[in-house]
């Protein structure tokens, strides 16, 4: 009973007219996130992130998770009329969706992925109730020692999953380790790597380093090496799947919705890799794999179901361990530590409004969405035939106007374009940059955790070997870490990363 009444006070902060606008406004902006390519959802959550500094934090986290499912529901619009993704999640959906459009499908596509999704999210909605406040007294029993073995697995892990090399992928977590040590020492007060700056002393932000890395690299990357996009020319008709069709697909969307949730829950891309978990698992279980790649609507109905879930698996660790699993869930959590609320093992006790109302707002969102898409699909294919010329400059002055009003500071601006050349550069020398905002917001919380295990245990290492969960979480650390070097699986890792590019 006592979850029936958690349950029905979430409803109640939901249903709030401001929470329920702003969800709808998340909802809205997320799917156009997802429909333009070039524009990815950790790209918009960093442009809009300053905008929820002057709301209640309930309302805010409810706009950003709108803009982040929202654009998992949009980002299979271009993936299955234009053949480009609208972000990573939505790469696998070209395969299969391109080709029912060019068979004149495109309405069915279009029309199993929306119907996919909100039933996906709508199970992970009910396995992020369950398992989050499990995990979250679980880890009342946490100390440094097992907060440092998280950190550590938990970037060890990012590496092993990042795509392309792991030898880049750990530098840059290093990178962004050294980076994330600027600022004053937690401990002492003593000043490191600020050079006299007075912004440096609060430690680089992370609001104008992810818009570099992911708003402003964007729009080098695409001004450089524009792409070409072609709309199909078929008319979109039939957006609801017949009989057939939602016999091919209900447990593709099942198995995708399962699968997704959990892989949603490791560090990593998450919702990517669920993605393409997902495709392989139905290409694998299927007595025709063959038509995978030729228009198959299990190769849609899944990987868009497994994406989807992963995004609300993605909030366990957040929620109940404080502990982002990936740079979207680090948005996240910077937004709540702005408004002065620390996710933890405690969050859910402390701040029961604000979890409930997150996770029921994530179920009428999923229902917005469904009601949304399929009745607009028309008005996204227009939107995709507005020009990067025009995109891509409103793109940047949104990345100027965000970082300027977070704190009225130029220097600010000037480091969100020093990281954003550097961004861009990154990737076109093969650099993930995940890894490195990801540890940029987990170093300091590694740091703090090691220095106050060492205080503990009076200098002794061995305090992370003696108690059972902080050894098994190094040793899984250290596996990941040796395994890239193995050197048939680092070349099999080689010849999947260039499968993925192709």
Not at 170 to 186: F, K, N, Q, R, W
Not at 322 to 345: C, D, E, R, V, Y
Not at 459 to 486: C, E, Y
């Amino acid at each position: 009973m006592e979850i029936l009444s958690l349950i029905g006070l979430g409803f109640q902060v939901a249903l709030e007219p401001t929470n329920l606008g702003f969800c709808f406004v998340g909802c809205v902006l997320g799917t156009l996130v997802g429909v333009l390519p070039g524009l990815g959802p950790v790209a918009a959550l960093s442009l809009l992130l300053p905008l929820t500094f002057k709301m209640a934090p309930v309302t805010g986290i409810i706009m950003l998770a709108g803009i982040f499912y929202g654009s998992m529901f949009g980002g299979s619009t271009t993936s299955i009329l234009v053949n480009i993704p609208g972000e990573a999640a939505s790469i696998i959906t070209c395969l299969d969706g391109f080709q029912m459009a060019k068979k004149g499908r495109a309405g069915v596509a279009l029309g199993i992925s929306a119907f996919g999704s909100f039933i996906a999210g709508t199970l992970g909605v009910i396995g992020l109730m369950l398992f989050a406040p499990v995990l979250g007294r679980a880890a009342l029993s946490f100390g440094p020692p097992e907060f440092f073995a998280l950190t550590f697995m938990g970037l060890t892990l990012v590496t092993y999953l990042s795509q392309g090399s792991a030898t880049k992928a750990l530098i840059m977590a290093v990178l962004g380790l050294i980076a994330g040590t600027v600022g004053l020492d937690p401990m002492m007060g003593l000043q490191r790597f600020t050079y006299g700056s007075y912004t440096l002393m609060d430690g680089l932000g992370l609001v104008p380093l992810a818009m570099g890395m992911f708003g402003i690299a964007e729009v080098l990357d695409n001004i450089a090496f524009p792409v070409n996009t072609k709309i199909t020319t078929t008319k979109i008709k039939g957006l609801l799947p017949n009989l057939k069709d939602w016999k091919d697909s209900i447990w593709p969307i099942i198995r995708g919705s399962v699968l997704g949730f959990f892989v949603g829950i490791l560090p990593g891309p998450s919702a990517a890799i669920a993605a393409f978990s997902s495709y392989a698992v139905e290409k694998r279980i299927s007595r025709h794999p063959e038509r995978f790649g030729t228009g198959t609507i299990e190769g849609i109905a899944g990987p868009e179901s497994a994406n989807n879930s992963a995004t609300a698996g993605a909030f366990i660790p957040l929620l109940s361990l404080g502990i982002p699993s990936n740079i979207t869930m680090a948005l996240f959590m910077g937004a709540l530590m702005i408004h002065g609320i620390q996710p933890g093992p405690q969050f859910i006790g402390n701040y029961p409004d604000l979890f409930w109302g997150i996770i029921t707002s994530m179920y009428i969102g999923n229902a917005l969405l469904l009601a949304l898409n399929l009745p607009l699909i028309g008005m996204w294919v227009r939107v995709l035939k507005i020009p990067y010329k025009i995109l891509f400059p409103l793109i940047f002055l949104f990345c100027v106007i965000g970082v300027y009003t977070l704190n009225n500071n130029t220097v600010e601006i000037s480091i969100m374009l020093i990281f954003g050349i550097l961004g861009f550069v990154f990737r076109r020398a093969g650099f993930d940059a995940a890894p490195f905002l990801l540890a940029l917001v987990l170093g300091p919380i590694m740091e703090g955790s090691l220095r106050q295990a060492l205080i503990m245990s009076h200098g002794d290492m061995i305090i992370f070997l003696a108690r059972p969960i902080s050894a098994v979480l190094i040793g899984l650390g250290a596996l990941f870490l040796i395994t890239p070097l193995i050197p048939s699986l680092k070349k099999k890792r080689e010849m999947l990363s260039a499968e993925e590019e192709d």
